[in-house]
Protein backbone atom coordinates (compact mmCIF):
# COMPACT_ATOMS: atom_id res chain seq x y z
CA UNK A 1 0.00 0.00 0.00
CA UNK A 2 1.16 3.41 -0.61
CA UNK A 3 0.42 6.29 2.01
CA UNK A 4 0.99 10.01 1.11
CA UNK A 5 1.83 11.82 4.27
CA UNK A 6 2.13 16.30 4.36
CA UNK A 7 3.73 18.36 7.12
CA UNK A 8 4.04 21.84 7.69
CA UNK A 9 1.53 24.29 7.76
CA UNK A 10 0.25 26.99 10.69
CA UNK A 11 -0.47 30.27 10.76
CA UNK A 12 1.54 33.24 9.90
CA UNK A 13 1.20 36.37 9.78
CA UNK A 14 0.89 38.23 6.16
CA UNK A 15 4.44 38.69 4.10
CA UNK A 16 5.36 35.55 6.04
CA UNK A 17 6.86 32.44 4.95
CA UNK A 18 6.02 28.69 5.28
CA UNK A 19 7.40 25.67 4.11
CA UNK A 20 5.34 22.29 3.02
CA UNK A 21 6.75 18.88 2.59
CA UNK A 22 4.70 15.64 1.70
CA UNK A 23 6.63 12.10 1.34
CA UNK A 24 5.33 8.97 -0.14
CA UNK A 25 5.82 5.47 1.20
CA UNK A 26 5.01 2.00 0.45
CA UNK A 27 5.24 -0.63 -2.60
CA UNK A 28 6.56 2.77 -4.96
CA UNK A 29 7.63 1.87 -8.19
CA UNK A 30 8.67 5.19 -9.41
CA UNK A 31 6.62 8.66 -9.07
CA UNK A 32 5.36 10.54 -12.37
CA UNK A 33 4.34 14.44 -11.15
CA UNK A 34 3.97 15.51 -7.47
CA UNK A 35 1.77 18.62 -7.29
CA UNK A 36 0.81 21.04 -4.41
CA UNK A 37 -3.01 22.15 -4.86
CA UNK A 38 -5.05 23.82 -2.54
CA UNK A 39 -8.95 24.56 -1.72
CA UNK A 40 -10.41 27.65 0.39
CA UNK A 41 -13.58 27.96 2.19
CA UNK A 42 -16.31 28.19 -0.94
CA UNK A 43 -13.92 27.69 -3.35
CA UNK A 44 -12.88 24.66 -6.04
CA UNK A 45 -9.46 22.91 -5.17
CA UNK A 46 -6.91 24.55 -7.09
CA UNK A 47 -3.52 23.57 -8.29
CA UNK A 48 -0.80 25.86 -6.98
CA UNK A 49 2.23 23.97 -8.40
CA UNK A 50 3.22 21.02 -10.45
CA UNK A 51 6.45 19.45 -10.53
CA UNK A 52 7.24 16.21 -13.20
CA UNK A 53 9.89 13.38 -12.72
CA UNK A 54 12.57 15.61 -14.88
CA UNK A 55 12.29 18.41 -12.45
CA UNK A 56 10.00 20.82 -15.00
CA UNK A 57 7.88 22.52 -13.05
CA UNK A 58 4.08 24.43 -13.42
CA UNK A 59 2.84 27.26 -10.76
CA UNK A 60 -0.81 29.32 -11.29
CA UNK A 61 0.11 32.66 -11.58
CA UNK A 62 -1.03 34.13 -8.20
CA UNK A 63 2.04 32.07 -6.56
CA UNK A 64 4.37 32.50 -9.37
CA UNK A 65 7.42 34.46 -8.01
CA UNK A 66 6.10 33.56 -4.56
CA UNK A 67 6.19 29.48 -4.04
CA UNK A 68 8.85 27.42 -5.10
CA UNK A 69 8.33 23.58 -5.62
CA UNK A 70 11.10 21.46 -5.40
CA UNK A 71 11.71 17.59 -4.98
CA UNK A 72 13.74 14.84 -3.36
CA UNK A 73 13.27 12.19 -5.63
CA UNK A 74 15.37 9.46 -3.49
CA UNK A 75 13.03 10.57 -0.41
CA UNK A 76 9.67 10.13 -2.49
CA UNK A 77 9.11 13.95 -1.00
CA UNK A 78 8.09 16.80 -2.75
CA UNK A 79 8.08 20.45 -1.30
CA UNK A 80 6.80 23.52 -1.64
CA UNK A 81 8.39 26.59 -0.01
CA UNK A 82 5.60 30.00 0.41
CA UNK A 83 7.30 33.51 0.64
CA UNK A 84 5.67 36.71 0.59
CA UNK A 85 2.16 35.25 2.20
CA UNK A 86 -1.12 36.98 1.65
CA UNK A 87 -4.16 36.40 3.49
CA UNK A 88 -5.78 35.40 0.16
CA UNK A 89 -3.26 31.84 0.51
CA UNK A 90 -5.17 30.96 3.33
CA UNK A 91 -6.35 27.69 2.67
CA UNK A 92 -6.25 23.60 3.18
CA UNK A 93 -3.30 22.33 0.98
CA UNK A 94 -3.38 19.14 -0.73
CA UNK A 95 -0.37 17.12 -1.73
CA UNK A 96 -0.89 15.00 -5.02
CA UNK A 97 1.15 12.03 -6.39
CA UNK A 98 0.67 9.95 -9.71
CA UNK A 99 2.54 6.92 -8.48
CA UNK A 100 3.60 3.98 -10.16
CA UNK A 101 3.03 1.22 -7.72
CA UNK A 102 3.86 -2.62 -7.72
CA UNK A 103 1.51 -4.92 -6.42
CA UNK A 104 1.69 -8.90 -6.69
CA UNK A 105 4.36 -8.16 -9.66
CA UNK A 106 1.52 -6.04 -11.54
CA UNK A 107 2.30 -1.87 -11.68
CA UNK A 108 -0.18 0.29 -11.91
CA UNK A 109 -0.49 4.55 -12.28
CA UNK A 110 -2.99 5.96 -9.38
CA UNK A 111 -3.23 9.36 -8.73
CA UNK A 112 -2.85 9.60 -4.60
CA UNK A 113 -3.81 12.49 -1.98
CA UNK A 114 -2.42 13.84 1.04
CA UNK A 115 -5.09 13.94 3.97
CA UNK A 116 -4.32 18.19 3.69
CA UNK A 117 -2.62 21.14 5.69
CA UNK A 118 -4.13 23.90 6.68
CA UNK A 119 -2.17 27.56 6.13
CA UNK A 120 -3.71 30.48 7.20
CA UNK A 121 -2.29 33.98 6.64
CA UNK A 122 -3.46 36.92 8.94
CA UNK A 123 -3.53 40.33 7.90
Known amino acids: QVQVVESGGGLVQAGGSLGLSCAASGSIFSINAMGWYRQAPGKQRELVAI???????RYADSVKGRFTISRDNAKNTVYLQMNSLQPEDTAVYYC?????????????????WGQGTQVTVSS
Open 96 to 112: NAEIREMTMGIIRTRNY
Open 51 to 57: INSGGST
